[in-house]
């Protein structure tokens, strides 16, 4: 069983930042990537930020640039600075991690969704 905690988001102006925090507990043995998806309104769920164990990291396009993410694996624990936000970057968020079990099983769980809100 692993658990996902997330904090952060909330409502922003344009061209403010947030950050959030995706912290993974449980019985976890490894963890391979971690990262988050978002769903805007009438859209498709996106890949937004993923990190690797060794610290690779992949963007989508539109957040090149202005979105950080970081993880501290000593806490397994990543985080998302999003600078510069955009009303187009009004999703709800949705933090993942790809971990592996003491017995060699691959899984993906998932957090809780967290709206964020770029709006003036």
């Known amino acids: 069983q692993v658990q996902l905690v997330t904090s952060g988001g909330g409502l922003v102006q344009p061209g403010g930042s947030l950050i959030l925090s995706c912290a993974a507990s449980g019985s976890i043995f490894s963890i391979y990537a971690m990262g988050w998806f978002r769903q805007g309104p009438g859209k498709q769920r996106e890949l937004v930020a993923a990190?690797?164990?060794?610290?690779?990291?992949d963007y989508a396009d539109s957040v090149k640039g202005r979105f950080t993410i970081s993880r501290d694996n000593a806490k397994n624990t990543a985080y998302l600075q999003m600078n510069s936000l955009k009303p187009a970057d009004t999703a709800i968020y949705y933090c993942y991690v790809d971990w592996e079990s003491i017995t060699n099983s691959q899984y993906r769980s998932w957090g809780q969704g967290t709206q964020v809100t770029v709006s003036s």
């Open positions: 990190i690797s164990g060794g610290g690779n990291t």
